[in-house]
C-alpha cells in the first residue's frame, strides 16, 4: 500500500509540473501576442492621382494613431527640393475633408508650408511632402471618426502639381493593421 501511495504522490508531482508549464507558456504566449498586436507598423496607401486642379476621393477612415496627408511628385529626381527642404514646384490650394455634407477638416496648403518627407521612396517616389503636419490643431484621427466614409478634397488654386498622386501614412496598431488593413478607397459614384 506505500507502494500505491508513493505512485499517487509522483503521479500527482508530474501533474503538477505539467500544469505549470503549461500554466507558464500560455502567459509567455499571451505577453508576446500582445506586444505583437501593441506594436506600431506604419501603412501607405495611395488615394488617388492628381490629374486635375480639382481632386476627389471617397475613403472609410480606419482605426489608426496617425494619419498624414502626403502629396508624391513623380519627378524622377531624388529631392528635387529647394535648399531648405521646400518643393520646388510652387503649389497652392486647399485641403477639404467632407462627412454627409458637412465640412469636418480643411486647412490650407503650399509649397512653402509643406514638409519634406521619405516616406513613399519605397514605392519610387524620391519626392514627397506631408501636407497636415505645419497646421497646429490638426491631428487626423481626433476629428475623424474610424469606420466613418469620408470625401476628401483637394483644390489647386495655383500650379496643381502634373505627375503627382496623394497618399494617406498611417501609423497603426499592427491588431488593427491587420484586422482592418490601410484605408479603403471607395469607388467612383458616377
Not at 143 to 154: C, N, Q, V
Request: glycine share 6%; proline share 4%.
Amino acid at each position: 500500500m506505500n507502494a500505491n501511495r508513493q505512485a499517487a504522490w509522483w503521479c500527482l508531482g508530474a501533474v503538477s509540473i505539467i500544469v505549470s508549464l503549461s500554466a507558464i507558456g500560455w502567459m509567455g504566449y499571451d505577453t508576446f501576442k500582445r506586444a505583437r498586436d501593441n506594436r506600431l507598423t506604419t501603412n501607405v496607401q495611395k488615394l488617388l492621382d492628381c490629374t486635375n486642379t480639382v481632386l476627389a476621393v471617397q475613403f472609410v477612415m480606419p482605426e489608426t494613431k496617425e494619419l498624414s496627408l502626403v502629396l508624391g511628385l513623380h519627378s524622377g529626381k531624388s529631392h528635387s527640393f529647394e535648399y531648405n527642404g521646400k518643393p520646388a514646384h510652387q503649389f497652392v490650394g486647399d485641403v477639404e475633408i467632407w462627412h454627409e455634407g458637412t465640412n469636418v477638416v480643411s486647412f490650407p496648403i503650399d509649397h512653402s508650408s509643406v514638409q519634406a518627407c521619405t516616406w513613399l521612396n519605397h514605392r519610387g517616389i524620391p519626392e514627397a511632402y506631408v501636407l497636415n503636419w505645419t497646421h497646429k490643431n490638426l491631428w487626423l484621427p481626433d476629428k475623424l471618426k474610424p469606420g466613418t466614409t469620408y470625401e476628401l478634397r483637394l483644390d489647386f488654386t495655383v500650379n496643381a502639381p502634373t505627375n503627382a498622386s496623394v497618399w494617406a501614412s498611417l501609423l497603426q496598431r499592427h491588431a488593427d493593421a491587420k484586422r482592418q488593413g490601410s484605408i479603403v478607397v471607395a469607388p467612383d459614384r458616377q
